[in-house]
């Protein structure tokens, strides 16, 4: 069962610009974490945000969580072309095992 | 070094074949994950273990099999039951079961002709 959906499915930007992406999902949360997946590679933890916080920043990146509305966003300021990468969301709660979108593919262009 | 390995990287196999695909972490983890993902597509939960003789079915553990003998070692085995197993298979652990952090392998490529 998928409950993070991202959304864009795609998303092509200029190096310099900032990506946002956004996450939905439908059920209580526990905390909502972001991944990147690099072409072929395995996927790589970004960023965990509980369900008590609304903002986080590591670096280049913030993330949002609104769980009134059950949504996410994450931002990644001043983009590069090593950013190129597929980006997913994750729901945690209690015991079961996180639950993955389907992600977004981010495509810089230098 | 500490991390999560997976075997091989590529792996080819002729239908009806069952194949095994090796997962090894050295985290120290209670809990270990095998997905599915398809091109363009997110992951999809085949089994997991919360602690070390024991596993339970994902989303799509039909035509799969797996075992926990050990705690550093969760393999899966593709059995010919499975009717679609081309696929990017990715191993996972994270230091307990649930909402944790989750560390990725490299993943195997298998294809089946």
């Known amino acids: 069962s998928q409950q993070g959906e991202e959304d864009p499915q795609a998303l092509s930007i200029q190096e310099g610009e900032n990506a946002t992406m956004n996450c939905s999902y439908k059920t209580s949360i526990n905390n909502l974490q972001w991944y990147r997946q690099n072409s072929g590679r395995g996927l790589v933890h970004l960023i965990l945000?509980?369900?008590?916080?609304r903002e986080k920043h590591s670096g280049r990146l913030r993330v949002t969580l609104d769980t009134s509305k059950k949504s996410s966003s994450l931002l990644i300021t001043a983009s590069r072309a090593a950013d190129t990468a597929s980006y997913f969301c994750?729901?945690?709660?209690?015991?079961?095992?996180?639950?993955f979108g389907k992600g977004t593919r981010l495509s810089v262009i230098a | 070094d500490g991390g999560i390995t997976q075997s091989p990287k590529y792996l080819f196999r002729k239908e009806g074949q069952n194949v095994t695909l090796s997962c090894e972490q050295n985290l120290n983890h209670d809990a270990m994950y095998w997905y599915r993902q398809d091109p363009g597509q997110g992951l999809r939960l085949i089994y997991y273990?919360?602690?070390?003789?024991?596993?339970q079915k994902g989303d799509i553990a039909e035509g799969y099999s797996v075992s926990r003998e050990k705690k550093e070692s969760f393999p899966l085995t593709v059995t010919s039951a499975q009717k679609n197993p081309t696929a990017f298979y990715l191993c996972?652990?994270?230091?307990?079961?649930?909402?944790?952090?989750?560390?990725f392998g490299p993943g195997t490529r298998l294809t089946v002709t």
């Open positions: 273990s919360q602690i070390v003789n024991d596993f």
């Open positions: 996972a652990s994270s230091i307990g079961p649930g909402a944790y952090e989750q560390y």
């Open positions: 945000i509980r369900s008590n916080e």
């Open positions: 994750a729901t945690g709660e209690g015991n079961t095992p996180l639950v």
